[in-house]
T-cell receptor, first 112, second 115 residues
Framework: DQQVKQNSPSLSVQEGRISILNCDYT??????FLWYKKYPAEGPTFLIS?????DKNEDGRFTVFLNKSAKHLSLHIVPSQPGDSAVYFC???????????FGTGTSLTVIP | DVKVTQSSRYLVKRTGEKVFLECVQD?????MFWYRQDPGLGLRLIYF???????EKGDIPEGYSVSREKKERFSLILESASTNQTSMYLC??????????????FGSGTQLSVL
C-alpha cells in the first residue's frame, strides 16, 4: 500500500510563474520529509527537507510547506525556470528505522 | 561531497542470466539501499543494509539478493534475470543515526534491460 502519494503525474507551468507540487502521506509516524529532483538517466538529487516540528522551510526559490493535520506537504518553486523541468519525488521517513518511503513522482515541465 | 558510484550506466542481459549490479560509496556511510524506479510506480525499495554483512528486505525483494562484504560496497544480484526486472536500478547511501534527518545520496543509476 502506497504510504506516500503524489496524485499529479505531471504539471506544466510557464517560466516565471509558481510551480506547486503536492504530496500526501498516510503514516502518522512519519516525521521527516524530503523532496528529490531527478533528471532523465541520472540519480535523484536532494532538493529540500522539512522536519515535522516545522511547517515551512525555505531555500532560495524552493519552499516546502507541511500540514501535519492534513498529512500533506507541498513544494513551491518561485519563479519557475526551464532548468527546473524534471521529475520530483517526495519521500518520508519515521523517526526510528532507516527506511524512506517515496511517492510516485510528478514530472514538471517549465515552458519558456 | 558524497559520491555513490554504480558500476554500469546501461546493461543488457538475457533471460535466465545471473546479473550483478555493483555500488560503491566513499563517505563511510553505514546504510546502503537498492531501489528500482519504474514509470508510474516511483522508487521502490528492494533491499537495504545497515551494516557490513547485515541486510533487510524492502518492499519488493523477490528475485533479488544482496551482498555487503565491505562497508563501502553493496551489490545487488539478480539470480535469474527475467523481463519484468527490466528497470532503472538506483543505489543510495546515508549515515546511520537512528534519527530521520540524514538524507539519502543516490548514484546515477543503472538502466537494465533483460531480453
Amino acid at each position: 500500500d502506497q504510504q506516500v502519494k503524489q496524485n499529479s503525474p505531471s504539471l506544466s507551468v510557464q517560466e516565471g510563474r509558481i510551480s506547486i507540487l503536492n504530496c500526501d502521506y498516510t503514516n502518522s509516524m512519519f516525521d521527516y520529509f524530503l523532496w528529490y529532483k531527478k533528471y532523465p538517466a541520472e540519480g535523484p538529487t536532494f532538493l529540500i527537507s522539512i522536519s515535522s516540528i516545522k511547517d515551512k522551510n525555505e531555500d532560495g526559490r524552493f519552499t516546502v510547506f507541511l500540514n501535519k493535520s492534513a498529512k500533506h506537504l507541498s513544494l513551491h518553486i518561485v519563479p519557475s525556470q526551464p532548468g527546473d523541468s524534471a521529475v520530483y519525488f517526495c519521500a518520508a521517513s519515521p523517526n526510528t528505522g532507516n527506511q524512506f518511503y517515496f511517492g510516485t513522482g510528478t514530472s514538471l515541465t517549465v515552458i519558456p | 561531497d558524497v559520491k555513490v558510484t554504480q558500476s554500469s550506466r546501461y546493461l543488457v542481459k538475457r533471460t535466465g542470466e545471473k546479473v550483478f549490479l555493483e555500488c560503491v560509496q566513499d563517505m563511510d556511510h553505514e546504510n546502503m539501499f537498492w531501489y528500482r524506479q519504474d514509470p508510474g510506480l516511483g522508487l521502490r525499495l528492494i533491499y537495504f543494509s545497515y551494516d557490513v554483512k547485515m541486510k533487510e528486505k524492502g518492499d519488493i525483494p523477490e528475485g533479488y539478493s544482496v551482498s555487503r562484504e565491505k562497508k563501502e560496497r553493496f551489490s545487488l544480484i539478480l539470480e535469474s534475470a527475467s523481463t519484468n526486472q527490466t528497470s532503472m536500478y538506483l543505489c543510495a547511501s546515508r549515515r546511520n543515526g537512528g534519527a530521520a534527518n540524514e538524507k539519502l545520496f543516490f548514484g546515477s543509476g543503472t538502466q537494465l534491460s533483460v531480453l
